[in-house]
T-cell receptor, first 113, second 111 residues
Framework: DSGVTQTPKHLITATGQRVTLRCSPR?????VYWYQQSLDQGLQFLIQ???????AKGNILERFSAQQFPDLHSELNLSSLELGDSALYFC????????????FGPGTRLTVL | GENVEQHPSTLSVQEGDSAVIKCTYS??????FPWYKQELGKRPQLIID?????GEKKDQRIAVTLNKTAKHFSLHITETQPEDSAVYFC??????????FGSGTRLQVQP
């Protein structure tokens, strides 16, 4: 157990819908990262937050957005869902915003039907 | 930005043999290189990492080497066991941005 929690574990929804994925970082970690992993694919970096502020953006679609709240938990919002958005979504946290020693949560498996 | 290439994409070894996975990176400013192990449907787990001021690091059966001049780093697993079977990802960062991951190596250890 890495100490990073994610909810829900599984999410099944239909095309065109909107969902919210939630992540709580390890105690003491200020930075949260979101990654997408499609079937048999690598880890694609989406976005990073550090202490409530956006720090870096990766390959995040305009239909996707995220935020980090004052209690440091983060939410990833996915809207106008398409079949191709079906994937595992991981969040990771680290103590600082320097990209070091990231610890991953268990992931949310999103299935878009 | 950073680009990380990882080879091979699949690797099959006999139990007890050694396995080596190699990665190259493009940004000479990268200074942190972790390796993650991911079992099917599970989270990536950090298994070992190395920083640019060190050439080699060992942890029991696992070792990582770094060649800054050539911009490549490798994961070495000795005395492989069936439970080592998983997908392994290398990554790199300068520290000022998120990790850039390699494409992964599927390691199969045959009993």
């Amino acid at each position: 157990d890495s100490g990073v929690t994610q909810t829900p574990k599984h999410l099944i929804t239909a095309t065109g819908q909107r969902v919210t994925l939630r992540c709580s970082p390890r105690s003491g970690d200020l930075s949260v990262y979101w990654y997408q992993q499609s079937l048999d694919q690598g880890l694609q970096f989406l976005i990073q937050y550090y202490n409530g502020e956006e720090r870096a953006k990766g390959n995040i679609l305009e239909r996707f957005s995220a935020q980090q709240f004052p209690d440091l938990h983060s939410e990833l919002n996915l809207s106008s869902l398409e079949l191709g958005d079906s994937a595992l979504y991981f969040c990771a946290s680290s103590v600082d915003g320097e990209g070091n020693e990231q610890f991953f949560g268990p992931g949310t498996r999103l299935t878009v039907l | 930005g950073e680009n990380v290439e990882q080879h091979p994409s699949t690797l099959s070894v006999q139990e007890g043999d050694s396995a080596v996975i190699k990665c190259t990176y493009s940004d000479s400013a990268s200074n942190y290189f972790p390796w993650y192990k991911q079992e099917l449907g599970k989270r990536p787990q950090l298994i070992i990492d190395i920083r640019s001021n060190v050439g080699e690091k060992k942890d029991q059966r696992i070792a990582v080497t770094l060649n800054k001049t050539a911009k490549h780093f490798s994961l070495h697993i000795t005395e492989t066991q069936p439970e080592d079977s998983a997908v392994y990802f290398c990554a790199a960062t300068t520290g000022r941005r998120a990790l850039t991951f390699g494409s992964g190596t599927r390691l199969q250890v045959q009993p």
